[in-house]
């Protein structure tokens, strides 16, 4: 069982340092994993994807470790230097969640389209895998956004997989040069309208077109704005954003007391 429709969220968040193991599953990652509509009495699959930060095995060693202390069933797909499963596509469509990790959006765009990997990813949206994860791991899936592939300055990347049809922007409070990049993007029509998000906000999608259906927070106080253009200028209007419950440091079984919420209807409920 799957997501009720093709479902995106795309975050500058995830694993948050660990109590216990140097890293722990974090208010957004269990949010994917609350939309995948995991049936009762199974462990959530979660496929893990660190090609933007080039398949280092000691942050794939940290993840497991930390899906592990929350009943996750998690497993990594690696692409360098060889895939390590004999299918892509099976391995992607058997997964719950694939949560993609930060690093380079450049290089990450690059390899996907070399093993066809984006075409997987499509159809493994559209079946309603949920497609999630932080930083590149969120730009991806959009139009294009800004990203310091090529070096400390921001730059404009306008080839994004497209499943989102407008842009993102990330990292907002912590880069000071990331905003008016991204502005001045939109302003003179490199990227298109869009969405920027401070550190541990996500903002969801559904359906396909992908919709905006709300921005959500792993702690209080994160923004989130929508950015237009209005006359060769962009325009910020702000966004609600949702605060997430606080996830649990440690959760021998599955299914956490606070998994159900008011704005998911019995049907979509785990």
Same mark, same amino acid.
């Given at each position: 069982?799957?997501?009720?429709?093709?479902?995106?969220?795309?975050?500058?968040?995830?694993?948050?340092?660990g109590?216990?193991?140097?890293?722990?599953?974090?208010?957004?990652?269990?949010?994917?994993?609350?939309?995948?509509r995991?049936?009762?009495?199974?462990? $959530?699959?979660?496929?893990?994807?660190?090609?933007?930060?080039?398949?280092?095995?000691?942050? !794939?060693?940290? !993840?497991?470790?930390?899906?592990?202390?929350?009943?996750?069933?998690?497993?990594?797909?690696?692409?360098?230097g060889?895939?390590?499963?004999?299918?892509?596509?099976?391995?992607?469509?058997?997964?719950?969640?694939?949560?993609?990790?930060?690093?380079?959006?450049?290089?990450?765009?690059?390899?996907?389209?070399?093993?066809?990997?984006?075409?997987?990813?499509? !159809?493994?949206?559209?079946?309603?895998?949920?497609?999630?994860?932080?930083?590149?791991?969120?730009?991806?899936?959009?139009?294009?956004?800004?990203?310091?592939?090529?070096?400390?300055?921001?730059?404009?990347?306008?080839?994004?997989?497209?499943?989102?049809?407008?842009?993102?922007?990330?990292?907002?409070?912590?880069?000071?040069?990331?905003? $008016?990049? @991204?502005?001045?993007?939109?302003?003179?029509?490199?990227?298109?309208?869009?969405?920027?998000?401070?550190?541990?906000?996500?903002?969801?999608?559904?359906?396909? $077109?992908?919709? @905006?259906?709300?921005?959500?927070?792993?702690?209080?106080?994160?923004?989130?704005?929508?950015?237009?253009?209005?006359?060769?200028?962009?325009?910020? %209007?702000?966004?609600?954003?949702?605060?997430? $419950?606080?996830?649990?440091?440690?959760?021998?079984?599955?299914?956490?007391?606070w998994?159900?919420?008011?704005d998911? %209807?019995?049907?979509?409920?785990?």
């Amino acid at each position: 069982m799957t997501a009720s429709e093709p479902t995106i969220l795309a975050t500058c968040g995830g694993l948050l340092p660990g109590e216990w193991d140097e890293s722990a599953y974090g208010p957004l990652l269990f949010e994917a994993i609350r939309h995948a509509r995991v049936p009762a009495g199974r462990a $959530p699959r979660v496929l893990h994807v660190n090609t933007a930060g080039g398949d280092q095995r000691t942050i !794939e060693g940290a !993840e497991l470790a930390a899906a592990r202390a929350v009943g996750v069933d998690a497993r990594h797909l690696r692409l360098f230097g060889r895939p390590n499963v004999p299918s892509l596509r099976d391995t992607v469509l058997e997964a719950d969640v694939v949560w993609v990790s930060g690093g380079s959006l450049v290089n990450l765009l690059a390899v996907w389209r070399a093993h066809r990997l984006d075409d997987v990813l499509r !159809e493994a949206w559209e079946a309603g895998v949920v497609l999630a994860g932080g930083s590149a791991g969120a730009l991806c899936w959009h139009t294009g956004g800004v990203t310091q592939s090529f070096g400390p300055t921001p730059t404009a990347v306008a080839d994004g997989l497209g499943f989102v049809s407008n842009s993102l922007g990330v990292h907002t409070d912590s880069d000071p040069n990331r905003s $008016p990049a @991204f502005h001045a993007a939109i302003a003179d029509g490199t990227l298109a309208e869009g969405i920027e998000i401070d550190e541990g906000v996500g903002v969801l999608y559904r359906g396909q $077109p992908a919709t @905006f259906v709300e921005a959500v927070s792993d702690h209080d106080g994160g923004q989130a704005t929508r950015i237009s253009r209005d006359s060769n200028r962009s325009r910020a %209007t702000p966004l609600n954003v949702r605060r997430l $419950p606080d996830a649990p440091t440690l959760q021998p079984t599955w299914r956490p007391t606070w998994i159900s919420s008011p704005d998911l %209807t019995d049907e979509e409920t785990p």
